[in-house]
């Protein structure tokens, strides 16, 4: 069996995939399985996927009979996967070729220890940006839980993390947060994590990202948001900070593509 699984939910993203693909075909660790999940894709997502399987097997390919969003493809792939660490990984972006062998070398290390994740380098069409994720190597130990501690895609968690939790919670209150509704649950379980204060992964973070926002998706996250804040006994003060995606929703899509340039 593999010493790492990668689950990967793919949606009509043929023109990236190549990319994030080859980046794991190019990991300096060499014990892992690539697990893709296709959502139901209406472009050639599903062809260029299935090409990659008929090149290397250690790279596995299922699909939803219909679009189930990303958190019920996480749980496909997790349903596959055999090995002891579980890698996140999206269709358009990169990870470095050092990045499994530094956060198996971590997890290996480190048996306290439910999850690793790493900085990352923001970029877009123009070039890198700039780097997220550095100065705070154990974020999940704050009092407070006011944001995602982890960024999702740089993570790599044990098998038996994931087992704990129940994988991803598939609901209408976590669309589009289905990694914060993971971290609160991470905290209520008081599992622990660690950041690499080096960038392993480069996210794409493109101004059109910005379109797939919602006054639905975040209402639903405030009410997740609130649910949580209650259940971690979060002093009331600090609650308003539930409320944070539905301004972010609410603010004119031009002045967000200004702040995530330079946030």
């Known amino acids: 069996m593999p010493k790492i699984s990668v689950i990967m939910g793919i949606y009509n993203c043929a023109d990236t995939l190549p990319v994030a693909v080859d980046s794991i075909l190019n990991q300096t660790y060499t014990d892992w399985e690539l697990i893709m999940c296709d959502d139901g894709s209406k472009d050639d997502t599903y ?3 299935f090409a990659y399987t008929q090149k290397d097997d250690r790279i596995k390919l299922i699909k939803n009979e ?3 969003r990303l958190a019920y493809s996480l749980n496909h792939c997790l349903k596959y996967a055999q090995g002891e660490y579980i890698a996140r990984m999206d269709a358009d972006d990169i990870s ?3 990045r499994f062998e530094k956060q198996v070398a971590y997890l290996d290390a480190h048996p ?3 999850v690793v994740s790493s900085a990352a380098t923001i970029f877009d069409e123009k070039g890198d940006k700039l780097v997220r994720g550095l100065g705070n190597e154990y974020p999940i130990r704050k009092k407070l839980l006011l944001g995602s501690p982890f960024m999702h895609v740089t993570i790599m968690m044990r098998k038996s993390a994931y087992d704990l939790l129940g ?3 598939v609901s209408p209150e976590t669309m589009r947060t289905e990694d914060a509704d993971l971290w609160f649950r991470f905290r209520l379980e008081k599992l622990d994590g660690y950041v690499i204060q080096e960038p392993l992964v480069k996210v ?3 101004a059109s990202d910005l379109k797939r926002r919602s006054i639905k998706a975040a209402w639903w996250s405030v009410k997740l948001h609130k649910k949580y804040y209650k259940l971690l006994n979060i002093p009331v003060k600090w609650r ?3 409320y944070k995606p539905l301004v972010s929703a609410l603010i004119p899509r031009w002045i967000m593509c200004i702040y ?3 946030k």
């Open 47 to 49: 062809e260029v996927a």
């Open 66 to 68: 219909k679009n189930m």
């Open 96 to 98: 470095l070729p050092e």
């Open 112 to 114: 306290e220890m439910a």
């Open 167 to 169: 994988g991803y919670r």
């Open 204 to 206: 794409r973070e493109c």
């Open 240 to 242: 308003l900070r539930a």
């Open 260 to 262: 995530h340039r330079y």
